[in-house]
C-alpha cells in the first residue's frame, strides 16, 4: 500500500515506468478527445466541483486513463470525500500513476498523471482516510469507468432495506436464492461517511440498512419485498424489538419509479397480514454507506453469540418456515 512517504519520493526519484509507454502528437490528442477531455488530461484542466457524475457513483467497476486506457483505481477504493471529486485512497497499481510537485495557483501540491501517457488526473493529498492517508482527487473526465468482468455477466439489480439491526437482515438476505452480495450500511441520513457508533447515536438521520445486489431471473424485487417485510416487524415506529431509535427505522429505500411502485404495492398487499398498520418507510435512495468491516457477516461469524442466538436465530427461523422454496440451502439440498 502507497503511503504520503512513498509519494514524496516518487516526486523526487520518478515512479518505475510501466512496460507500456503511449506518446502521441498534441494533434493526435486533439483529434481523439473531446474538448474538454483534451482540456483536462492534455493542458492540466480541472473539471467544476460536483460537475462529474462519477463523484457520486459507487457501484463495482474499475477505472481507466480516458486517454490511453490504462487501469488507474479500482472503486474498492473510491470513497465520498464531500469535495466533488471523485476520490480514491489507492491506485491499482503502484506505478499507474506518477507524481510531479505543482506549485502553480500559490499551492504546494502533488500532481498525478498516467504513467503511461502523462494524462493529468488530479492531484493526491495526505489527507484521505485509514489505513493509507492518501486522497487521490481526480477528475472525473481524465476517467473511463468499465464494469468488471463479473459484473457484467449477468445484470444484477440492487435492493436496500432497512429492518432494525442490520446484522440479522444481513443474515437473511444471504440466505435468499438469487442473491450475489450483501452489504450492512448506513443509508437515509445526511452526515457523510458516518461510523457505527455515531449512527447508533440516532443523530445522524441514516437508518441501518442492507444493500443487496440480486440476480433478476432467480428472485423478483416484489419476492425480495416480501420476504423483507415479513421477516422484521413493520409495524412498529422507530424499533425492533428491544432496539429503539430513527437508526433502527423500517425503512425501503426505493432506487427508481418502478421500485417505488412495486414497493407501495407490496406494502399494501401484505396490510392485512399485520394486527397493526406498516409504518414501513418508503424513500428515494440517495447514499449507502458501508459500515466497518467487523459489522459485514456478523451472523457467520459470531453466530454462537449471545444476541445472534437470541434475536437473529428466531428470524432466520421464521425465513425458513415462510420462504421454503426461495432459500439458498433448501434449494441445493433438493438438487441433490
Ligand atoms: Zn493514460
Same mark, same amino acid.
Given at each position: 500500500m502507497l503511503k504520503w512517504n512513498d509519494i514524496i519520493t516518487f516526486t523526487k526519484n520518478g515512479n518505475p515506468s510501466p512496460d507500456r509507454r503511449v506518446v502521441k502528437t498534441d494533434g493526435e490528442w486533439r483529434e481523439q478527445l473531446t474538448a474538454e477531455e483534451y482540456r483536462i488530461t492534455r493542458q492540466k484542466g480541472t473539471e467544476r466541483a460536483f460537475s462529474h457524475e462519477s463523484c457520486n457513483l459507487f457501484e463495482p467497476g474499475i477505472y481507466r486513463c480516458i486517454c490511453c486506457d490504462t487501469l488507474l483505481f479500482n472503486t474498492t477504493e473510491k470513497f465520498d470525500s464531500g469535495t466533488g471529486w471523485p476520490s480514491?485512497?489507492?491506485? +491499482?497499481?503502484?506505478? =499507474?500513476i506518477a507524481y510531479n510537485s505543482d506549485g502553480t495557483h500559490g499551492m504546494s501540491r502533488v500532481e498525478t498523471v498516467c504513467?503511461?501517457?502523462?494524462?493529468h488526473l488530479g492531484h493526491v493529498f495526505p489527507?484521505?482516510?485509514?489505513?493509507?492517508?492518501?486522497?487521490?482527487? +481526480?477528475?472525473?473526465? =481524465?476517467l473511463k469507468k468499465q464494469k468488471t468482468e463479473a459484473d457484467s455477466q449477468t445484470s444484477l439489480e440492487t435492493a436496500t432495506f432497512g429492518g432494525g439491526c442490520f446484522w440479522c437482515t444481513e443474515a437473511i438476505f444471504q440466505q435468499v436464492?438469487?442473491?450475489e452480495k450483501v452489504e450492512s450500511g448506513y443509508s437515509?441520513?445526511?452526515?457523510?461517511?458516518?461510523?457505527y457508533h455515531e449512527v447508533c447515536s440516532g443523530t445522524t438521520g441514516h437508518a441501518e440498512a442492507v444493500q443487496i445486489a440480486f440476480n433478476p431471473d432467480e428472485i423478483s424485487y416484489r419476492d425480495m419485498l416480501r420476504i423483507h417485510l415479513s421477516t422484521?416487524?413493520?409495524?412498529?415506529l422507530n424499533r425492533q424489538g428491544a432496539d429503539t431509535g430513527t437508526q433502527y427505522r423500517s425503512v425501503i429505500f426505493t432506487h427508481d419509479d418502478e421500485q417505488k411502485k412495486i414497493a407501495q404495492e407490496v406494502v399494501e398487499e401484505l396490510s392485512d397480514s399485520f394486527d397493526n398498520k406498516i409504518v414501513t418507510e418508503v424513500a428515494a435512495f440517495e447514499k449507502f454507506y458501508k459500515a466497518e468491516d467487523k459489522h459485514q457477516n456478523y451472523y457467520r461469524d459470531n453466530s454462537n453469540q449471545g444476541y445472534c442466538q437470541a434475536v437473529i436465530d428466531p428470524k432466520l427461523e421464521k425465513f425458513r418456515k415462510l420462504f421454503k422454496e426461495k432459500m439458498k440451502v433448501e434449494r441445493m439440498k433438493a438438487a441433490v
Open positions: 480514491f485512497t489507492q491506485p +491499482i497499481q503502484t506505478n =499507474a504513467n503511461t501517457c502523462d494524462a489527507d484521505g482516510p485509514a489505513p493509507s492517508g492518501l486522497r487521490y482527487c +481526480i477528475n472525473g473526465v =481524465a436464492q438469487g442473491v437515509g441520513g445526511k452526515k457523510l461517511n458516518p461510523s422484521h416487524d413493520p409495524t412498529t
